[in-house]
Nanobody, 120 residues
């Protein structure tokens, strides 16, 4: 599976963005997929993931603001981000893997990332 993330940008505090991650290959619908982010000077962290059967998980630090979803017919993963804060500034990566729960170590494929910058 090859992944391409897009939809990032520069926004103000409180704005919304929707990231998309388009996958190539026929295994997308059978994989767990997720979003990670990496801020400058920090380690990559898990944001949320969604299983092949649409069971989703979002980490506590974005719960209530971010929603993850997928459209298997379009081979696309989404991350809807609302009420963005400066601390959400990071490069956001999508990733695909065959196991659950998701951690960075078990993901097989990674997209190149898309930059999200939230100004105060």
């Amino acid at each position: 599976v090859q992944l391409q993330a897009f939809g990032g940008g520069l926004v103000q505090t409180g704005a919304s963005l929707r990231l998309s991650c388009v996958a190539s290959g026929r295994t997308f619908s059978r994989n767990a997929v997720g979003w990670f982010r990496q801020a400058p000077g920090k380690e990559r962290e898990f944001v949320g993931g969604i299983k092949w059967n649409n069971i989703a998980y979002i980490t506590d630090f974005v719960k209530g603001r971010f929603t993850i979803s997928r459209d298997n017919a379009k081979n696309t993963l989404y991350l809807q981000m609302n009420n963005l804060k400066p601390e959400d500034t990071a490069v956001y990566y999508c990733a695909s893997g065959r196991t659950w729960p998701i951690t960075a170590a078990v993901m097989d494929s990674w997209g190149k990332g898309t930059q999200v910058t939230v100004s105060s």
